[in-house]
């Protein structure tokens, strides 16, 4: 049992998923969002997925964190299928969505409140908020905090529940350039100490290949999977490394061509 | 003082060493204006001679006016302007030694100055002049001596008028939180209840009265019912609309968390629709003024407005007036606490939102 959690629980399989939204100009016919993605992440794997904006990215990552439901297609973690947010999927946005009426420390707290475990790990509040660098800001509420810290409050918030999956929706988009180098490193860090598995979405292909296992490039209308791309290169790894560049050049490459060809097909 | 100094200066600190380009910029015009602790704050012989120049000088005005009213009519009034100059030179000769008296009097002295320089105006008109019709418009002097002849059954009435307001406050409140909530969470509940809400809600409580009368027991606790009424329309909608509006991104979030019903209810959408409810909780409260007076003048034989009716059946005007003043004073003391009791609980707001 406790081999299964270890092993099986924390693996992610996407099989033909699919999902339409209503048009925005025309609410009677739907849009297809994601067609018939299939991704699986082994345990303990950082995957990360970019592609231009609109490709569904976020969507899919919603699907995982059980906040929407797919049109068709299965999504399981382990072989467990998933029907509704659990504590075990954390999930991160670009915007940090603190919960501005409380505290720094009692943000960080929320997910054992809300599960009742507040009195048995509390400790963990604190373990937490000194991981993340932030006992000082314990009582401070979010309006006083930067960017950064209000998304390591956030990432300390997810990491709580000690999550078997964490979600990443672009969390360090709305950083500034040395905020996010550092803070990819935090990342990094805290996934290597707690061997998560992470389904990281961004639109930072830099980004993408300075922290993932695995890239998966999507493009759009509708979203799809058109490539995956293994990286191979040992960490920590060098953002100047002629590798780390041939990969970056390949990705923009790709990317460029996928957009200029959806752009044909358009006119 | 000293606490709150500390407290603002521990915020600045978390500001600056977050976000230091923006912060200052902010902060930096706020602070020498507001803190008490600048050294170079004196006040100006302008400034702190004002309050009691003025009332010397409406003093000396009425004096002048008053030589034909027999002198026990404006006793007391004169008294009380004595008492004006006793308390600013007391205050003017403990200024130098303690800040937080001089950032208070900086601010005060030209609201007082300007309610005292009011009061020789409304003296002037009145018992100097003649200019309007007695018994209707008397000076201040004689509204003085009505308020203090009539203390006891002023006070009984204010008494009065504060547990009937209460009653009723809470108890729309009350009501109009769960209702707010419910309707605001459910959209089965808002379907069926928002209609009631948008028909019945607008008709003002007072209109209400006639059949309150014919239905209830009891005065008091029919008028209970209709401030309670008034309160519970404009609280249940903010309610209901502030809970509706909860940003989507905030229950994501916590359902990601692990929250179940009464997390997201109790400790996310309520939270987050705390200042739309305390608009309500204002709007409300006026409501709540208005039928309580208007309740007490028609069937309820007791407060404020109960108060007023009688005197006016007497064509004692000063004693209207004198009613009048301890409403002014008791309402707006009421509305203070409630701001109080706001900015504690929105502390979590302060620097975001101004209002």
Redesign the interface.
């Known amino acids: 049992m406790v081999a299964m959690a270890e092993t099986e629980a924390s693996s992610v399989r996407l099989r033909e998923v699919s999902k339409t939204f209503p048009a925005p100009d025309d609410p009677s016919t739907r849009r297809l969002v994601l067609d018939a993605i299939s991704l699986s992440l082994a345990p303990g794997e950082l995957v990360a997925v970019v592609g231009p904006s609109g490709c569904g990215k976020s969507t899919l990552l919603r699907l995982v964190a059980g906040l929407d439901y797919p049109d068709s297609g299965e999504l399981l973690i382990g072989s467990v299928p998933i029907t509704c947010p659990s504590a075990e999927r954390g999930l991160v946005f670009q915007d940090p969505n603190l919960f501005p009426w409380l505290t720094v420390r009692r943000n960080i707290q929320a997910g054992l409140v809300a599960r009742g475990l507040l009195r048995e790990k509390r400790h963990e509040v604190e373990d937490l908020m000194r991981l993340v660098g932030l006992e000082v800001f314990a009582n401070a509420y979010p309006h006083h905090l930067s960017g950064g810290m209000a998304q390591r409050v956030a990432l300390a918030r997810a990491l709580i529940n000690h999550p078997t999956v964490l979600l990443l929706d672009e969390p360090l988009g709305a950083l500034d350039a040395f905020t996010r180098m550092r803070m990819q490193d935090e990342v990094l860090h805290l996934w290597q100490a707690r061997r998560t598995t992470i389904l990281l979405v961004t639109h930072d292909i830099d980004e993408a290949i300075y922290m993932s296992d695995r890239i998966v490039i999507m493009t759009q209308r509708p979203g799809k999977i058109e490539r995956t791309i293994s990286i191979t290169l040992d960490r920590p790894r060098d953002r100047s490394d002629a590798e780390f560049l041939r990969l970056r050049g390949d990705i923009l490459e790709f990317l460029h061509f996928a957009g200029g060809a959806t752009a044909e097909q358009r006119t | 003082m000293l606490q709150s100094a500390q407290d603002d200066s521990g ?1 600045e600190e ?2 600056q060493s ?2 230091p380009a923006q912060i200052p910029v902010e902060a930096q015009p706020e602070i020498p204006a507001t803190s008490p602790f600048n050294p170079a704050s004196t006040l100006r012989w302008r400034t702190l001679l004002a309050v009691p120049m003025a009332a010397f000088v409406v003093l000396a005005i009425h004096f002048f006016i008053s030589k034909k009213e027999p002198p026990i009519e404006t006793h007391s009034y004169a008294l009380l302007f004595l008492e004006f100059i006793g308390v600013s030179f007391v205050l003017l000769t403990l200024q130098p030694f303690w800040a937080g008296l001089r950032h208070w009097m900086r601010h005060m002295c030209p609201i007082f100055t300007g309610a005292i320089l009011l009061l020789g105006a409304w003296d002037v008109v009145t018992s100097g002049l003649r200019l309007l019709p007695l018994p209707y418009f008397p000076g201040p002097a004689a509204v003085l001596r009505s308020l203090i002849n009539d203390r006891v059954l002023l006070l009984d009435s204010t008494w009065h008028s504060l547990l009937l307001l209460l009653s009723g406050y809470t108890l729309g409140v009350i009501a109009g939180l769960i209702s707010g909530i419910c309707i605001g969470w459910s959209s089965p509940v808002r379907y069926w209840g928002m209609p009631v809400l948008k028909v019945v809600g607008p008709i003002p409580a007072t209109a209400w009265i006639p059949l309150a009368m014919v239905v209830s027991p009891s005065a008091i606790f029919s008028a209970a019912a209709l401030i309670a009424l008034a309160v519970w329309f404009p609280v249940t909608m903010l309610t209901a609309s502030g809970i509706s509006n909860t ?1 989507a ?2 229950l ?9 019903r009464a ?1 997201l209810i109790f ?2 959408a309520i ?2 629709a ?1 200042p739309s409810i305390f608009i309500g909780l204002f709007m409300g409260l006026g409501a709540s003024f208005l039928t309580l007076v208007v309740a007490e003048s028609v069937g309820v034989k007791s407060g404020l407005g109960w108060y007023v009716s009688w005197a006016q059946g007497w064509a004692e005007y000063g004693k209207v007036y004198a009613a009048l003043i301890i409403m002014a004073a008791f309402f707006s003391t009421i509305m203070t606490l409630l701001f109080k009791v706001r900015d504690r609980v929105l ?6 939102i101004k209002w």
Do not use: E
């Not at chain 2, 994501?252 to 179940?260: I, N």
């Not at chain 2, 502390?347 to 975001?352: D, L, M, S």
């Open positions: 915020g978390v500001s977050t976000a940003r991104s905030y994501d979030v916590a359902r990601t968390l692990g929250a179940g997390y400790r996310v939270p987050a705390i502390v979590w707001q302060k620097g975001v």
